[in-house]
């Protein structure tokens, strides 16, 4: 069995700092920037329909009162996945920075 060192995969911050922060990494994969900016997107694009639907709903305008309790689910969940995320990643920075080198 092959043991991979640790310092191949780490990256020195003098190459980071010169990356956009927008660039996808040469495998395909997404970035973390990357991921959260859809999911902020996601909670916009979600909202909008909500209030869209709100609006709608006012005007008498409406057909299916299931599909507008379904959008207001996807954007209640959008936003709980958003909150999710960043908590996780504040939770991780402040982790690395307590680390004692």
Known sequence: MFIVPLTSSITPMETMSQKKQTESTDDGEATFFDVFESLVKNVKETDAQVQKDSI???LGDVDDLAQIQVNLEKAATAVDLLVTVKNKAV???????????
């Open 56 to 58: 709608d709903l006012m």
């Open 91 to 101: 939770d991780a920075y402040n982790e690395i920075m307590r680390m004692t080198v």
